[in-house]
């Protein structure tokens, strides 16, 4: 039995690679990677490499992730991040380095608020859960207006919270370094996209097949204008999206899929002059309201072959909130600029030697399990699994993707095998003696 694999992105690839089953990877782009692409740009002063912001490869919790990326080279990192609060660089996580902050009377209440904090309490959403956690200090000063500009939306309690938004906070002010504390990335020049090049090797990716539609009752989708029929589809493309393109999907469900909360994302990639202030920084996290940003970080300070010697490829995470189209996100690109110069991350407009701009029409999928619970059953119900970031609608990192891809493989291994078996055994009963 075939398996329909929607998108070659590091799930779809992930799927294909540890399925028993005859898979068929159908991918709209002429590339594979998804999100996980990488880029390089070649210039007078040499060769900048560009990933969609940074991508460092975490791990913690997926051992079977390990096992499927068994023989690429990665190298191990520790993270190098920074808070920029009040014009000040503060270690992160900021609910450990806050008492470096010089008002004391700011380092008194956020001691306080946070000896108070209640670690089993229960959330009914985003912005209570980090307001709980940190004290409200903390909350205005910093979680507040980051979160806000990253996922592009004011009123962080209509923000559910899901799985993973837990593990990404450190709600704690003892020495806990958080998901990201160490991370992977793969060795020299390849960027990020090294991981889904590594799955991608030995399985057949049919390029440049976008799917346009699906109807679940006749079993059929329409990939490029022409029919194939499917028993099984693995999706990773956007779950809205998904829905959206069944045409003879149930009213309710689409309505759900309607109310399903997103944002958008521009990732600007700069090859720069060093400058002094870089340093050996991995990543920086602003949450100055009047920044067009939430967070800086610079490829080059891990894998320094992504950038001519002497200078800097650099990702800058520009925020939803000051744009909604591609176009208004590549108008603000002027101000970016300027206000980078102004912080000191880039000397002068001069010393920038090359941009390179990327849109995102999904960035963060706002978690709301309440319609996303439903949309699932609806779909698995009729044989489609909807997995991945953007298929599932969470907030999760490749490994988590990868480790939800290899469990869903096997579970359906074993379900068509018991189905096999079925079959065959009736089969035998049937038979004429
Ligand atoms: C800015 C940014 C920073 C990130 N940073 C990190 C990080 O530091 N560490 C980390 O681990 N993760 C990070 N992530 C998350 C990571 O990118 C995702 O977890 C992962 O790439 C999701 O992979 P995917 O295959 O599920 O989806 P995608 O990468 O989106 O792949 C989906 C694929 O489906 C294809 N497709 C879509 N529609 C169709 C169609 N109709 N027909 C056929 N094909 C279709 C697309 O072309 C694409 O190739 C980041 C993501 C972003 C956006």
């Not at 306080?112 to 009914?124: A, F, G, I, P, W």
Request: some cysteine.
């Amino acid at each position: 039995m075939t398996i329909h694999v929607i998108g070659a992105g590091v799930t779809g690839l992930s799927f294909a690679k540890a399925s028993k089953d005859e898979v068929n990877i159908l991918e709209s782009c002429e590339r594979l990677g998804g999100k996980a692409l990488s880029y390089k740009v070649e210039t007078s002063v040499g060769t900048f490499g560009f990933d969609v912001g940074g991508h460092w490869f975490h791990y913690q919790r997926s051992p079977a992730v390990l096992d499927i990326l068994k023989g690429l080279d990665l190298k191990a990192h520790t993270r190098k991040a920074f808070v920029y609060l009040h014009e000040q660089f503060f270690k992160f996580p900021i609910q450990q380095s806050y008492i470096w902050h010089p008002d004391e009377k700011f380092v008194g209440t956020v001691k306080k608020e946070l000896q108070m904090v209640n670690y089993d309490h229960e959330y009914t959403n985003y912005e209570e859960m980090l307001q709980q956690s940190y004290g409200l200090t903390l909350y205005d000063s910093f979680f507040k207006d980051y979160n806000s500009k990253m996922y592009g939306i004011q009123d962080l309690s209509v923000i559910g919270v899901g799985r993973f938004e837990t593990i990404r906070n450190v709600r704690t002010n003892r020495n806990v370094t958080g998901y990201n504390g160490d991370f992977v990335y793969p060795t020299g020049d390849i960027g990020a996209s090294g991981i889904p090049l590594f799955l991608a090797d030995h399985l057949r990716i049919n390029y440049n097949k976008k799917v346009k539609s699906i109807n679940i009752t006749n079993k059929t989708m329409n990939i490029n204008n022409e029919t194939e029929s499917w028993d099984t589809i693995v999706s990773t493309m956007p779950l809205n999206s998904l829905i959206g393109m069944i045409n003879d999907v149930d009213d309710h469900i689409l309505a759900l899929s309607k109310q399903l909360k997103f944002s958008k994302g521009m990732i600007l990639n700069l090859g720069v002059k060093r400058t002094q202030l870089q340093g050996d920084m991995s990543w920086v996290y602003f949450p100055d309201p009047h920044l067009h940003f939430y967070r800086v970080g610079f490829y080059s300070n891990v894998e320094s072959s992504l950038a001519p010697l002497g200078y800097c490829s650099m990702y800058v995470e520009c925020s939803p909130l000051f744009f909604s189209n591609k176009e208004e996100a590549l108008a603000i690109v002027p101000t970016i600029i300027k206000e980078l110069i102004e912080i000191g991350f880039i000397g002068h407009a001069d010393e920038i030697v090359t941009t390179k701009a990327i849109y995102l029409d999904h960035n963060y999928c706002l978690p709301d399990t309440s319609k996303t619970k439903v949309i699932h059953h609806y779909l698995e119900s009729a044989g489609i699994y909807s997995i991945g970031r953007y298929g599932s609608w969470h907030w999760s990192s490749q490994h988590e993707d990868m480790q939800q891809a290899w469990d869903l493989a096997n579970k359906l291994t074993l379900r068509n095998l018991t189905k096999t078996k079925k079959m065959t055994q009736q089969s035998l009963v049937t038979q004429p003696f």
